[in-house]
């Protein structure tokens, strides 16, 4: 199969080719190999390849499996591959491996996909850019030097280069929606519990982090949570599996109400500016859903996004100085000598000294905002906004400087995290870390399913994604609202305009 060809489709174009015996799995498999070896080298999308094992786990595919040896990649965080390497992005788990196959990897076995690498993400899957000092950084397909985004930023540098028609991802705080959104793919966080993290976790983030994939189509999408889904037997809930995510796509749609924002009720306070061309696409966006035949309101969220951010960010201090203590007793390093980032470090012995009541404070306010946004979804099916206020950023342009490094070591300070804490650092960190993405953590912390679609491209050349966020659970109706989008819009036209 020649490489060319191979890019044109998308995984169940893939497997339908298997399936027909217009080309084998073999020469499926091959040329993703061929794509990783002649893209990765400038791209630094595959952190780590297993294509003589990916070899030998094809040949066993069976042809009655749902992608029938389509080769993906897995996210070097969380997804765990038994007695392989797993690093989360960092070098203090460089030579870490977990002892079973995470059972997102599991199934996703099952439907037959074939794994045949790992996929960057920035360390401990922290950041909104995918930059760890670990591994090399991935360049955004569409323009060199640019950010895929992140935390899946490496799955969406495959994907939309085409090395792999699909790409495994976790989002909690938008790590699939927003390197979807830079990298003009189609990318969708399903509602919380719905894919689950066992068996190494039961959740991870209170539930913020739920795990799916990057697709450059959404039948794609809706067929891989069609068989991923549905609880662990160990899962905190009971979210049984679900069918019908494929058939929505087709069934019969009838007219919704859906609300578009600008975001700013989630944004205020936080300095966010948006671009023209993200404001064009929100207008974009609404001008296509009246042309289906929805009836589209101007309407906020009624959030607090300050509120919002500062909730988020504690439960981000607290669960990080867990993690760095986990990672202690996997490796046996103390974790005052661990291997990680100067800005790791900092987070974490902020969170350190995090009280407990604050953090229980903060989770309380997940369900504010939850209660918040269901009431609001009592007249909306819907609603559209931003994934970011602006394009990709450049490579380095949002990762602290080391000015702000040297600041930050400045918390070893006997009594300093504390401190820190009282002088409101947290609301700094806030500004800083979420000026840019204010948009997509509100659907972590509510549980909604969301989605970013790539119906734009801005005037610089780089695409826009827009989110759009439904009812806890109604992830189907949000797919099939999805299609109707990628029908009107025909959007995978836009990967044949990359400059890459």
Known sequence: MHLDEYRQYDATGLAGLIRNR??????????????????NPKLNAVVRTRFERARQESRKVTDDTLFGG??????????????????????????????????LIQRSRSAGLVMVGQTATPELGLMGITEPKAFPHPH??????????????????????????????????????????????????????????????????????????????????????????????????PVPHERGYVAALSSPRKPLRIAVSMGESLSRGLGTRLSPDISASINKAATALTDIGHQVEWCEPPVDGEALANSYLTLYLGQLAADLVWISQQTGVTVRRL????????????????????????????????????????RYDAVVMPVAADTAPKIG?????????????LLALPGAPSLALKAELLQRLAVDALRRT?????ANLTGQPAMSVPLHIANNGLPVGVQVLGRMGEDQRLFQ?????????????HLLRQAF
Request: hydrophobic share 40%.
């Open 481 to 493: 609202l999805a299609a109707a989008l990628e029908q009107h819009d025909v959007w995978q036209r």
């Open 70 to 103: 389509v080769p993906t990649l897995s996210k070097d965080l969380l997804m765990g591959l038994a007695g392989e390497p797993l690093s989360f992005g960092s070098a203090s788990l460089a030579h870490w491996c977990p002892k079973e196959d995470a059972m």
């Open 22 to 39: 217009e080309v084998s799995r073999k020469e499926v498999l091959e040329a993703a190999i061929t794509a990783i070896k002649t893209y």
């Open 140 to 237: 955004n397909p569409w323009r060199e030097g640019y950010s895929p985004g992140g935390s899946s930023g490496g799955a969406a540098v495959a994907v939309a280069s085409g090395m792999v028609p699909m790409a495994l991802g976790g989002d909690g705080g938008g790590s699939i929606r927003i390197p979807a959104s830079y990298c003009g793919l189609f990318g969708f966080k399903p509602s919380r519990g719905r894919v689950p993290l066992a068996p190494a976790h039961g959740e991870v983030w209170q539930g913020a982090v739920i795990e799916h994939a990057l697709t450059r189509s959404v039948r794609d999408s809706a067929a891989l949570l069609e068989h991923i889904n549905g609880m662990a037997p160990s899962g905190p809930y």
């Open 438 to 442: 204010p948009f997509t953590q509100l």
């Open 397 to 409: 342009e949002l990762y602290p400087s080391s000015t702000r490094e040297r600041l930050m070591s």
């Open 339 to 378: 291997a990680i980032e100067p800005s790791t470090r900092a987070i974490g012995r902020l969170g350190a000294v995090l009280l407990a009541r604050d953090y229980e404070l903060a989770k309380r306010y997940w369900h504010t905002a939850a209660e918040q946004m269901s009431r609001f979804h009592q």
